[in-house]
């Protein structure tokens, strides 16, 4: 079953709580990545019981982005982090049942799927607003990492419900997906 996930960032919304509970009534997504960097343990730890009180209602999961003590203090069992902090953390990862790290070759491909990680982000695909500077990998980039993949591989970067086909193609497992999950191009 193909898989969405949305990416969160609160900078691109007036209310953001709100702007959850649109996406899970109007895009229902498989998983929301909770990915606000620039919040400390306490903000993070309020965002994040915040948004587990709105999950109540759906059948979407919570990751918790990077922060492991937070996602230990809630019991949430999803866990993601780039490779350099996937690096620096590998000896917690087994306290989690979901652990996802964000890739952008094959060889750090090959070297999270060591450790019995459960997923890969790998990115960026297309173009995208956040790294505007940066050439995008592409889908044959992806279809490398799924051929190569022993476990989910999700699509990021410049996604949306437009070339959602063209992931599909890869053998992808999903899709994450930021603005266009709030309806922003």
Not at 29 to 50: A, G, N, Q
Request: hydrophobic fraction near 40%; glycine fraction near 4%.
């Amino acid at each position: 079953m193909f898989e969405l996930i949305y990416v969160t960032n609160r900078h691109l919304s007036d209310d953001f709580l709100d702007d959850v509970k649109f996406v899970l009534e109007t895009k229902k997504p498989d998983f929301i990545l909770l990915r606000e960097k620039d919040l400390d343990d306490v903000l993070y730890k309020k965002l994040s019981k915040e948004i587990l009180d709105i999950l109540k209602k759906y059948k979407t999961k919570l990751i918790v982005h990077t922060n492991f003590k937070v996602a230990l203090d809630l019991n949430i069992q999803n866990i993601h982090f780039s490779f350099y902090d996937f690096k620096k953390n590998i000896d917690i990862i087994d306290k989690f049942k979901k652990v996802g790290v964000s890739i952008h070759s094959i060889d750090e491909l090959l070297e999270v799927q060591k450790y019995g990680v459960d997923y890969v982000i790998a990115g960026h695909i297309f173009d995208t607003k956040s790294h505007k500077d940066e050439k995008p990998r592409g889908t044959q980039f992806l279809e490398e990492i799924c051929q190569n993949s022993k476990i989910k591989v999700y699509a990021i970067g410049g996604i949306n419900f437009e070339n959602l086909d063209i992931i599909m193609q890869t053998k992808a497992n999903g899709a994450c997906m930021m603005r266009c999950m709030l309806d922003i191009s």
